[in-house]
């Protein structure tokens, strides 16, 4: 709608994971280091955190794109909504390593089925990654049993698989009363929220990703979307997505200090009256 105004190619705060406005902050950098180091080593398991809108499903879908690129290394499963049942779970890891699985399957085949392909991946010098987003969804301390028992099929000194495990920071929390499990994640990381500097940083960024030519908002009016979101991307792009479109209403040059307050206040004011229906 605004695109013509401020001469954009697209729209730059849309909330879709898309990893091509990836903004290369130090710690969305150190997250997808860590992860990638965890892979790359064949590390057992692996955990990112942070909070809604912090920026972890666009790392996993960074993660993917790298090792789809890789396939002749890498095998990779992507798991969204994991608040299914533990056999539903390993069905779907199974059946995303391409095997196809009869509906009624026991567990026992299950596991059987899964050793397999595993075991078919690692003669083929492939090294299967699984991912689990929004994993703090899990609800059942089961279904996080049996992924910690993925990670005991072993062969020689080696893991059949990596486990990278992305959610909100409950998930930190679960983690800390499975201590079994806990102990089997080498790597952790804490994705925590941009601070002013980066947050001016990823406004500009996304702006530039999108076609602009000039900075789009001034100094004063990103300082203050920064302590209006508290630096979580989702936050940042939902106040500067609506003061764009209001800046080209008012047909300002730039988002100045008066929008960005004024946005601010409205989409504060909208949460509020939205958690009392
Ligand atoms: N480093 C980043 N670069 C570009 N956009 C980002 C970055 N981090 C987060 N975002 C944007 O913020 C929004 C929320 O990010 P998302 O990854 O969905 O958060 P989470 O999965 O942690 O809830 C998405 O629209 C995403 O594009
Ligand atoms: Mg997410």
Same mark, same amino acid.
């Given at each position: 709608? #605004?695109?013509?105004?401020?001469?954009?190619?697209?729209?730059?705060? *849309?909330?879709?994971?898309?990893? $091509?406005?990836?903004?290369?902050?130090?710690? $969305? =950098? *150190?997250?997808?280091?860590?992860?990638? #180091?965890?892979?790359?080593?064949?590390? &057992?398991?692996?955990?990112?955190? &942070?909070?809604? &809108?912090? &920026?972890?499903?666009?790392?996993?879908?960074?993660?993917?794109?790298?090792?789809?690129?890789? !396939?002749?290394?890498?095998?990779?499963?992507?798991?969204?909504?994991?608040?299914?049942?533990?056999?539903? /779970? /390993?069905?779907?890891?199974? #059946?995303?390593?391409?095997?196809?699985?009869?509906?009624?399957?026991?567990?026992?085949?299950? /596991?059987? %089925?899964?050793? =397999?392909?595993?075991?078919?991946?690692?003669?083929?010098?492939? $090294?299967?990654?699984?991912?689990?987003?929004?994993?703090?969804?899990?609800?059942? *301390?089961?279904?996080?049993?049996?992924? @910690? /028992?993925?990670?005991?099929?072993?062969?020689?000194?080696?893991?059949?698989?990596?486990?990278?495990?992305?959610?909100?920071?409950?998930?930190?929390?679960?983690?800390?009363?499975?201590?079994?499990?806990?102990? @089997?994640? %080498?790597?952790?990381?804490?994705?925590?929220?941009?601070?002013?500097?980066?947050?001016?940083?990823?406004?500009? $960024?996304?702006?530039? !990703?999108?076609?602009?030519?000039?900075?789009?908002?001034?100094?004063?009016?990103?300082?203050?979307?920064?302590?209006?979101?508290?630096?979580?991307?989702?936050?940042?792009?939902?106040?500067?997505?609506?003061?764009?479109?209001?800046?080209?209403?008012?047909?300002?040059?730039?988002?100045?200090?008066?929008?960005?307050?004024?946005?601010?206040?409205?989409?504060?004011? %909208?949460?509020?009256?939205?958690?009392?229906?």
């Amino acid at each position: 709608m #605004y695109e013509g105004y401020w001469k954009l190619k697209e729209k730059p705060f *849309e909330n879709v994971a898309d990893s $091509h406005f990836l903004y290369h902050s130090k710690k $969305h =950098d *150190e997250a997808l280091m860590r992860m990638l #180091y965890a892979v790359e080593e064949k590390k &057992g398991a692996a955990m990112l955190t &942070g909070e809604y &809108g912090s &920026g972890k499903t666009v790392l996993v879908k960074e993660i993917m794109n790298r090792l789809e690129k890789q !396939v002749d290394n890498y095998r990779t499963v992507l798991i969204i909504n994991p608040a299914i049942p533990q056999l539903e /779970l /390993l069905g779907e890891i199974i #059946y995303q390593l391409g095997r196809s699985i009869p509906v009624e399957m026991k567990k026992a085949e299950l /596991l059987r %089925s899964l050793n =397999d392909v595993l075991h078919k991946n690692i003669e083929e010098d492939r $090294h299967v990654v699984v991912i689990i987003d929004e994993a703090q969804a899990i609800g059942k *301390e089961e279904v996080f049993e049996e992924l @910690r /028992l993925l990670l005991n099929l072993q062969m020689g000194e080696g893991f059949l698989l990596t486990l990278l495990l992305a959610g909100q920071p409950e998930l930190g929390e679960k983690m800390k009363r499975l201590r079994q499990f806990e102990q @089997r994640l %080498s790597i952790k990381y804490h994705l925590s929220a941009l601070n002013q500097e980066e947050t001016k940083g990823y406004i500009h $960024h996304r702006c530039k !990703v999108a076609g602009a030519g000039r900075e789009l908002f001034t100094d004063v009016a990103c300082n203050l979307i920064y302590t209006g979101s508290g630096g979580i991307p989702r936050e940042i792009n939902n106040i500067c997505d609506i003061s764009l479109l209001l800046g080209a209403g008012r047909k300002v040059t730039q988002i100045n200090e008066e929008i960005a307050k004024e946005m601010i206040e409205e989409l504060k004011g %909208s949460k509020l009256s939205g958690a009392q229906e």
